[in-house]
């Protein structure tokens, strides 16, 4: 029995073409529920264009019952398929005798690497029914490679980064959604900034401004679309209208600011102008920023532009989090990111936050 994708739960941001939907950023996915024993889909990428470390990687769950809400879904995924065929067959159950199952997959690689898109699901039983379970809010995360859960699987002076060692559904925001009973959405890319992405300080005297978020935010997937040959098309609110907007950016940015004023003050005016972007975008929605596990050059910085926009805008509800920065003691993950640990820790400071506020 084939399934088609408009009768799935989808999460994340999602790009439909030529019969295929595409869903690429972390977290993003898909969920369904039904009677049977075997379910396979059919999911394209580009693994050509990368080498063995670094292609897509899909994370799959699979629960008993109808469930369907995040908390129904265990920790560790049933499979982890990497996607190093154009087309591959992945089987995402099967059992000899006949099981009701709630089966979802996620991205648990980022989207600036291998990309993912549903072109065919079959099934042999029956398919259920189920709406999207209640939640809470909506929560989009805009963030860098912490936002994507860069190298948690990975050890820091041992190893670097892959696909295989990241996990965004362990990183602090997938984590939040889950303790706030939130619908996430996230938009993030390892190494990007909001005036220049990571440069070495070291060796690099000028900023790398060739990706940068408040240019790639704005679409439903850029990078995909122009992979694909396709002029990028704008995300339309209305497929998802959050409730709160976090922005975590400026890891990347400390690289090349290095306390230089000029450069500071041109990061402050890039956040303001960003938060005025996500607000004309989505007025009803709260904006959140928050900096600090892997430094805290900028969060004064934070502070301040928050500060322009609330006085420019102040009937929007907006907020700082200041993050501590990680701890030895709590493990370090590959190439200096925080550790699942540390995720835990941001996760669970951050959810207080927004349950206080």
């Given at each position: 029995?084939?399934?088609?994708?408009?009768?799935?739960?989808?999460?994340?941001?999602?790009?439909?073409?030529?019969?295929?939907?595409?869903?690429?950023?972390?977290?993003?996915?898909?969920?369904?529920?039904?009677?049977?024993?075997?379910?396979?889909?059919?999911?394209?990428?580009?693994?050509?264009?990368?080498?063995?470390?670094?292609?897509?990687?899909?994370?799959?769950?699979?629960?008993?019952?109808?469930?369907?809400?995040?908390?129904?879904?265990?920790?560790?995924?049933a499979k982890r398929i990497t996607l190093t065929e154009n087309s591959n067959e992945c089987v995402l159950f099967e059992?000899?005798?006949?099981?009701?199952?709630?089966?979802?997959?996620?991205?648990?690689?980022?989207?600036?690497?291998?990309?993912?898109?549903?072109?065919?699901?079959?099934?042999?039983?029956?398919?259920?029914?189920?709406?999207?379970?209640?939640?809470?809010?909506?929560?989009?995360?805009?963030?860098?490679?912490?936002?994507?859960?860069?190298?948690?699987?990975?050890?820091?002076?041992?190893?670097?980064?892959?696909?295989?060692?990241?996990?965004?559904?362990?990183?602090?925001?997938?984590?939040?959604?889950?303790a706030l009973n939130a619908e996430l959405q996230c938009c993030s890319w390892s190494g990007i900034g909001i005036i220049?992405?990571?440069?070495?300080?070291?060796?690099?005297?000028?900023?790398?401004?060739?990706?940068?978020?408040?240019?790639?935010?704005?679409?439903?997937?850029?990078?995909?679309?122009?992979?694909?040959?396709?002029?990028?098309?704008?995300?339309?609110?209305?497929?998802?209208?959050?409730?709160?907007?976090?922005?975590?950016?400026?890891?990347?940015?400390?690289?090349?600011?290095?306390?230089?004023?000029?450069?500071?003050?041109?990061?402050?005016?890039?956040?303001?102008?960003?938060?005025?972007?996500?607000?004309?975008?989505?007025?009803?929605?709260?904006?959140?920023?928050?900096l600090g596990v892997m430094g805290q050059d900028l969060c004064d910085s934070v502070e301040e532009a928050v500060n322009?926009?609330?006085?420019?805008?102040?009937?929007?509800?907006?907020?700082?989090?200041?993050?501590?920065?990680?701890?030895?003691?709590?493990?370090?993950?590959?190439?200096?990111?925080?550790?699942?640990?540390?995720?835990?820790?941001?996760?669970?400071?951050?959810?207080?936050?927004?349950?206080?506020?």
């Amino acid at each position: 029995m084939k399934i088609t994708a408009d009768k799935l739960m989808w999460y994340g941001r999602n790009l439909d073409y030529e019969g295929i939907r595409y869903f690429d950023y972390s977290s993003s996915g898909f969920c369904f529920v039904f009677k049977g024993t075997k379910a396979v889909a059919t999911i394209l990428s580009d693994p050509e264009k990368w080498d063995e470390k670094n292609k897509g990687v899909i994370g799959v769950y699979v629960t008993e019952g109808t469930e369907t809400n995040w908390n129904s879904m265990p920790e560790e995924p049933a499979k982890r398929i990497t996607l190093t065929e154009n087309s591959n067959e992945c089987v995402l159950f099967e059992s000899k005798e006949e099981k009701t199952v709630c089966v979802r997959v996620l991205k648990i690689s980022e989207a600036a690497f291998g990309y993912a898109g549903l072109k065919n699901l079959e099934i042999e039983g029956t398919f259920i029914e189920t709406s999207k379970p209640e939640y809470s809010l909506k929560m989009e995360v805009i963030g860098d490679s912490i936002t994507c859960g860069y190298g948690i699987e990975g050890v820091w002076e041992k190893d670097t980064f892959t696909t295989q060692t990241e996990r965004a559904d362990k990183s602090y925001a997938f984590l939040t959604a889950k303790a706030l009973n939130a619908e996430l959405q996230c938009c993030s890319w390892s190494g990007i900034g909001i005036i220049s992405n990571y440069v070495d300080p070291a060796t690099v005297n000028l900023p790398d401004t060739h990706w940068l978020m408040p240019a790639n935010w704005p679409y439903t997937d850029k990078s995909l679309s122009l992979r694909l040959g396709l002029i990028p098309e704008v995300w339309d609110e209305s497929k998802f209208s959050p409730d709160l907007v976090v922005i975590h950016l400026g890891t990347n940015d400390t690289s090349w600011v290095r306390g230089i004023e000029d450069r500071r003050l041109a990061y402050v005016s890039g956040l303001r102008q960003l938060m005025e972007a996500v607000y004309r975008r989505s007025p009803k929605a709260k904006i959140l920023c928050c900096l600090g596990v892997m430094g805290q050059d900028l969060c004064d910085s934070v502070e301040e532009a928050v500060n322009q926009f609330h006085t420019d805008f102040p009937v929007v509800p907006v907020k700082t989090v200041k993050f501590p920065v990680q701890s030895e003691a709590d493990g370090i993950a590959a190439d200096w990111h925080p550790s699942a640990k540390t995720h835990q820790k941001v996760a669970a400071q951050l959810s207080a936050a927004i349950k206080n506020w």
